[in-house]
């Protein structure tokens, strides 16, 4: 009666123990493909990233020619070598131009969308690490909000001098706007013809008033639109450095 005993009590235990081990085992699966989610969408966040940065690193190379030519100009507004300026101005192709400097304004679109939909979807929930669940939300929330904000108000100020322009019944303004679609096609292919209309330009621009307060004004707004790029760009950086530390664990 105790063999029968003792045989059943081993029976039981060792039906606990399975069962108990194939909870575990199931509990650990979980776990591990949990993981592997996890891994595959950091590895993609950080594809994202790289691909942000590649962006960032042209608009900052057309951002900051625009600001060096904007700043010359500007604290050269009275004597500024015009012929100089003109050949800088009319060989760069879309990099800068006399139409980036007066007539139009650079975006800011970095390829977050895939980050955003991080953020929309619920799959930030996937991602344990709370820092960089906050960094992915700051940059896409808050620091790319302030840069948009900005990039708009130096859009509005362009809106801005088009409205003057529209009004302006003087003769001085027709000839730096006037233009055909051959003469915008020879302005992204260095022609001589371009260059020469650029000297004019320049010469008819630097005599409007209104001319050189609005790049003043636009000069004090790039700024500020640079600033929180760098802070976004900052963000960005931390949150490849919290992915990647994750991911080398």
């Not at 059943?8 to 081990?21: D, N, P, R, S």
């Not at 879309?94 to 007066?102: E, G, T, V």
């Amino acid at each position: 009666m105790k063999n029968i005993l003792a045989r059943g009590g081993i029976e039981f235990i060792a039906v606990v123990l399975g069962i108990t081990l194939s909870f575990w085992l199931d509990n650990k699966r979980e776990e591990w493909n949990s993981k592997k989610v996890e891994i595959n969408l950091l590895e993609s966040i950080l594809n994202d990233i790289q691909n942000i940065k590649v962006y960032n690193q042209q608009r900052a190379e057309m951002f900051e020619l625009d600001n060096a030519v904007m700043d010359y100009v500007s604290a050269n507004w009275e004597n500024l070598n015009v012929d100089s300026i003109a050949i800088i101005l009319s060989t760069s192709s879309y990099k800068s131009s006399i139409h980036n400097m007066f007539f139009d304004y650079r975006e800011f679109h970095p390829p977050i969308s895939s980050l955003r939909m991080v953020l929309n979807d619920g799959s930030i929930n996937i991602i344990k690490s709370k820092n960089i669940k906050t960094l992915i939300s700051k940059l896409v929330n808050t620091d790319y909000g302030f840069v948009t904000k900005n990039v708009d108000t130096e859009i509005s100020l362009q809106i801005e001098l088009r409205n003057t322009i529209m009004k302006d019944n003087s003769n001085k303004i027709i000839f730096p706007i006037e233009t055909t679609s051959y003469g915008l096609l020879d302005r992204f292919n260095n022609g001589e013809n371009y260059i020469n209309k650029t000297k004019e330009d320049l010469k008819v621009l630097l005599s409007i008033d209104y001319m050189r307060n609005y790049l003043n004004l636009k000069i004090r707004q790039r700024v500020m639109v640079m600033t929180f790029i760098s802070i976004f760009n900052n963000t960005l950086i931390d949150l490849e450095k919290e992915i990647i530390s994750i991911l080398n664990v």
